[in-house]
């Protein structure tokens, strides 16, 4: 089993920026991956960033290539998701989220992860 719990969210101007992190415990070591996902009210949850647990391979959803950045610190078995010249549409509750399907080389569907954070509220005001 692994644990996740997610911080950092709030509420910012447009234009601004903010970092959420998600601290993993439990069986860590089987993690291959960590992704964020986001979820906006009436809409379906959706894919934003994943980095692998080991290496450096990463991957970003259009919608946010080039504005967010995701890194991990496995000292502290935390992932980040820096999140800058943020829109009114980047509104949601972010998800953090663990994968242990080391086949797979890219994981950004729901149905690849195995364990789920509670998610945090982030809004950006116009």
């Known amino acids: 089993q692994v644990q996740l719990v997610e911080s950092g969210g709030g509420l910012v101007q447009a234009g601004g920026s903010l970092r959420v992190s998600c601290a993993a415990s439990?069986?860590?070591?089987?993690?291959?991956?960590m992704g964020w996902f986001r979820q906006a009210p009436g809409k379906e949850r959706e894919f934003v960033a994943f980095i692998r647990w080991s290496g450096s391979s990463t991957d970003y959803a259009d919608s946010v290539k080039g504005r967010f950045t995701i890194s991990r610190d496995n000292a502290k078995n935390t992932v980040y998701l820096q999140m800058d010249s943020l829109k009114p549409e980047d509104t949601a509750v972010y998800y953090c989220a663990a994968t242990m399907q080391s086949w797979r080389t890219v994981v950004r569907t729901v149905s690849q992860y195995d364990y789920w954070g509670q998610g945090t509220q982030v809004t950006v005001s116009s």
């Open positions: 439990g069986r860590t070591f089987s993690i291959h991956a």
